[in-house]
Each structure stands twice: as C-alpha cells, then as structure tokens.
C-alpha cells in the first residue's frame, strides 16, 4: 500500500496556485515585472522555479538588510550610545562578542563570566552557533575589529538561516510554491534577521513543518527538538498538534514525533546539564527573573501604574493568559466545522506565546513570518501585519534614542513609544483574528478555496475525523457560493498538469 507521502507526489499531482491569479495585491504587485501571466505563457519551462526565485529572493533582501546595518557596522556600535538607535541598526552580535566572554575564548556554560550575568543566557544550541562564529572570528586586532567580524560572520551564517526558511516554506505547501515570496519579501524580516540569533531556531521550525508536510513525523520530531534546543517557543507546536492527531485519531504518528522531540532535545541538552548544570540553569533563571521588558502591554501597564506588577504576579499572570489561550486554541480544534490546518493552530499558539509573554522583542516577529505566510497566505493582511511590525521596528529604537540621549531627548517620548506598541500588539491581533475567522469560515481559508484540504498537515491531509465536540463537521459551500473548486472533507484537491507559473 503506498505511503501518505508518495501519494501525494504521484497520484495527486496538482497544479500550483498562481497568485497574480487569485490575490489582487500580488497581481498589482506583478506589473513591476510584467503583470500576471498570460494565457498563451509557456509554463514549468524554465530553470527559474519558484525556489529558487524565492531562495534567491531571501538571499536579496537579506543582503539589503545587512546594507541597512552599514552605519552601525561603520561607528554607531562602538561610539555613542544613541547613534546605533537614531539609525534604527542595533544588533545584539556584536555586542554579546565581549560581553559574553567569547572575545577571551571562555566556554560558555562551563565557564562563569565577569559582571551580572554569571553565565550565557541562551539555550544550549544557540550557545553552539554563537561559539561557532567566536571560531572562524580572527581573534586578532583591536575588538572593534574583532566584534565588526563577528558580526559579519554571525550574519553569513544565519543568510544560511534565511535561506533554509523560505525554502522550507516554498515547499511545505506543494501547491502554493510562491507564497515563499511573503517570507522573502517580508520587510520585518528583512529589519530584524540580524537583531540576535533567532534565525537558527525559525529555520529549524520551518524544515520541521516541511517534514510534517511530507509525513515523516519522526524527522519533524528531531528538527522540532533541536528548534527547541535553541529557543523555547517551538515546543507549543506539539500542543496543536496534539489536538489535530486527537481530532483524526493519528495518534500512532503524534507519539512518534513526541519522541523524537524529546530524544533530540535530551542530546544536546544532556552534555551541557551534567557538567555545567549551573551554567545550563541560566537560561531558565533570566527567563524567569527578568522583569518586563520592551514591546509587550505589560510594559505599558507598569510605566503607567504607581504600583506596578511584580516580577512574579507578571510571570504567574502570563503563564495563566498562555494556558488559558491554549485552551482556547484546543477547544477551537474540536469544535470547528472543519479540522482546522495545523500551520493555523501553530501561528495561532505561538501568537499567543508572544502576545502574553512579558517581553516582545522586534525580532520576535521572525517566529511568526514562515508561520503566517503558511497560516493565512493573503498579501493584503500580511501586508498590514507587517506595517505594523515595520511600525514598531523604529518605534522602539526612537524610543531608545530618547532614554538615552540625555537633557536633548531626541527621539521617541514614553508616550509615543506605548502607541508604538499598541499598533505592534494589534497587527498581530489583527492576524489572528483573521486566521480565527478562517477556522471558524473555512470557505474564507484562501487555502482551501483554491481546493486543498491541509498541505501542511502530512498525514492530517485529507484524513477522515474520528472525535468532534459539538456538530459534526460539515462540508464546504458549494463551487457556485465561491466561484473555485473545493475540496470535499477528506479529500484531496483536484489532479491538474504542473505549473510553476506566478
């Protein structure tokens, strides 16, 4: 009997969705190289297919983002506290080179640093990547010098990043291969890939959604684990998870990728924990004593209070509003008219993650692009998403210019800084609810009006429910309501001739 994977490949090979077909904005977008394709176009002809347009799209954007990092690189880092704000290219590479011991070769974990942070305050495989780049820095010269290489280096490495992840999200919906595009041309993206070292753990995130997509859930399993390894935020994607497996009864293919989550998180965790435990601890012990921070409504809250929430009432506080979020998320799972897709809940319950977490830093919002370009891909709303993002971007850093630049206060004033993260929080509302309203509307899911049932749900594609609350699901309006073809519950969308066509 043949395997999910290679059914999907043969028998159902389908015929990709051409945006400048379907989505005004792209097609607007398109008169910049021609407008949308014609009828007479040949197609599926040329070596540019959409990955490696996308690939090489990313690698673009990402060299401009380092272009836009040039004052910093050229003086604002090392001269003057408020000149890298002003110029809106603060980085944290370049900084964290001496500050974390990596300019006098210390050991991070094993070896305790001078100063208030005792040891690195990152998860062990970030921990790796940056000793990595400490490794093919030359530790010769001034440390001006030194941290203008590390940085460099630091940014290569994580180009590689970039470009992993908008492949990954090219491929992980066959037949939507340009929605790569709102990874790639994500301006957001673009601003804060080289902020800090995020890039590692959404790259490893996106090949694990690519593995789930293709059914091979111990292979997603290991990436989400070593994702995990580098940033927490990838581990909520089990819990979704674990909700669509219930719904369909995929259980078998659930416990398999659990494993293989625990099993890669435990390798390289364990070294690290058993000789340097105390070092290991440090990520978990910032995270837990840092206080509020930038970007989130509780820093707002305590600007503006004469009592402001304590470090625990915040820490108890958003560890409820998360469970309760989750809750809601699983509950939207089983009652939903139709088996939400899991790109969907993984958006949804890493938005909630950020949203009520005491501490929304710019770079955040990389967590979330290769999720909402798989989770709502319509450029009018991630469009607006990233304006707000874009918004924030220099909204915070003004507000950095003004703390910093003394009696002058140039810049951004706390007022205006809490605007700032009023639009950031909405935009990302904004998102939510409109992927909310496409579980709860299926009809409205641009994916599934182009006739897909769950391109990135692997075994979930297609497959039958075996436990609902509520009423059972029903199927999707007729083709007249929609004017395109739909894919009927648990079914596959139509077989058509390939086409790479935008």
Known sequence: ????????????????????????????????????????????????????????????????????????????????????????????????????????????????????????????????????????????????????????????????????????????????????????????????????????????TAAAMLMWSRGRSVAFGVLLGLATAAKLYPVFLLGPL?????????????????????????????????????????????????????????????????????????????TLLVVLCALGIAALTLYAPRRPRFAQLAFLIVAAFILTNKVYSPQYVLWLVPLAALARPKWRDFLIWQACEVAYFLGIWMYLAYTTSGDAHKGLPTDGYHWAIAVHLLGTLYLCGVVVRDILMPERDVVRRAGDDDPSGGVLDGAEDVFVLGTRARPPHPEGDLGGAQVEWGGQGPAAPRSDSL
């Open 242 to 318: 674990f909700v669509l497996c219930w719904r369909a009864g995929k259980w078998r293919d659930f416990g398999r990728a659990l494993a293989g989550v625990v099993v890669a998180w435990l390798v390289v965790n364990l070294p690290v924990m058993a000789f340097a435990s105390e070092g290991w601890w440090q990520f978990y012990r910032f995270s837990h004593d840092r206080g509020v921070d930038f970007g989130s409504f509780w820093l707002i809250w305590a600007q503006n209070s004469t009592s402001p929430p304590s470090t625990d009432f915040v820490n108890t506080t958003a």
């Open 1 to 204: 009997m043949p395997s999910a994977e290679s059914t999907q490949a043969s028998v159902h090979e389908p015929d990709p969705v051409r945006p400048t077909k379907e989505d005004e904005v792209a097609a607007a977008g398109s008169e910049l190289i021609g407008g949308p394709v014609g009828r007479r176009a040949l197609l599926g002809r040329s070596w540019w297919t959409p990955v490696r347009v996308v690939a090489l799209v990313a690698i673009g954007m990402f060299a401009l983002g380092l272009v836009q990092k040039v004052p910093c690189y050229q003086g604002a880092w090392f001269f003057g506290a408020s000149s890298q704000y002003t110029k809106a290219c603060y980085s944290d590479i370049p900084h964290l080179y001496q500050g974390r011991g990596f300019a006098e070769g210390l050991v991070p974990y094993f070896d305790r640093l001078p100063g208030d942070m005792p040891y690195l305050e990152y998860p062990v495989l970030t921990g790796v990547f940056m000793e990595v780049a400490s490794w093919l820095t030359p530790h010769s010269g001034s440390i001006q010098h030194q941290e203008q290489w590390y940085w460099m280096v630091n940014a290569g490495m994580l180009m590689v990043c970039a470009a992993v992840i908008a492949v990954c999200v090219t491929r992980t919906h066959a037949r939507r291969p340009w929605d790569g595009l709102l990874v790639a041309l994500a301006p957001a993206f673009v601003l804060t890939a080289t902020i800090n070292w995020d890039l590692l753990a959404v790259a490893l």
